[in-house]
């Protein structure tokens, strides 16, 4: 049963609008999540993370939001750009650093 | 730059052969993993390794096993490969105490069982 979520399996957005990538979790005990980016042939790469004694979290043009009375997370990007078209995963931690993944979402941004 | 690597791209073997995926990272980490990824369930843990020679099952471990024997090198052993384990496999490493928990990723393996 996958405790995490992600119920969008795509998403396209324009060049300089905002792309938000939705992620839901069953488990309360999660004490961190991350976002990675994975482009086509490569591995995962890290993007962003947020502890869950936050609520907010901004790096550059992406921000990650935790609502944990909802269960839900949430990733901002602003403005988005063609580069960042790629499948982005959202994750969870119960300990050290074992995750739980959610399915992906696969961005595209179009001109 | 941490470098995670794996011994092959793609790999096609047959129904019961032993199949052996290499993982090996440069950055002297205390922790490694491998994964499986397939479409609409993501990244699933199948083992992990906090230390040469110590090994955890993760969710799905099943018709798999791993061997640490030197901390650089992480290998996952495929011991009768079945037509359900094509798939793509991905190995992570991350140092042990890592604040934010973030993993280094290799390029992944697509394996193809026929």
């Known amino acids: 049963d996958q405790q995490v979520k992600q119920n969008s399996p795509s998403l396209s957005v324009q060049e300089g609008r905002i792309s938000i990538l939705n992620c839901d979790y069953t488990n309360s005990m999660f004490d961190y999540f991350l976002w990675y980016k994975k482009y086509p042939a490569e591995g995962p790469t890290f993007l962003i993370s947020i502890s869950s004694i936050k609520d907010k979290n901004e790096d550059g043009r992406f921000t990650v939001f935790l609502n944990k009375s909802a269960k839900h997370l949430s990733l901002h990007i602003v403005p988005s750009q063609p580069g960042d078209s790629a499948v982005y995963f959202c994750a969870a931690s119960l300990s050290w650093g074992k995750f739980q993944f959610g399915a992906g979402t696969q961005v595209v941004v179009t001109p | 730059d941490v470098k995670v690597t794996q011994s092959s791209r793609y790999l096609v073997k047959r129904t019961g052969e032993k199949v052996f995926l290499e993982c090996v990272q440069d950055m002297d980490h205390e922790n490694m993993f491998w994964y499986r990824q397939d479409p609409g369930l993501g990244l699933r843990l199948i083992y992990f390794s906090y230390d040469v020679k110590m090994k955890e099952k993760g969710d799905i471990p099943e018709g798999y096993s791993v061997s640490r024997e030197k901390k650089e090198r992480f290998s996952l052993i495929l011991e009768s490969a079945s037509t359900n384990q094509t798939s793509m496999y991905l190995c992570?490493?991350?140092?042990?105490?890592?604040?934010?928990?973030?993993?280094?990723f290799g390029p992944g393996t697509r394996l193809t069982v026929t």
């Open positions: 992570a490493s991350n140092p042990r105490g890592a604040r934010s928990y973030e993993q280094y």
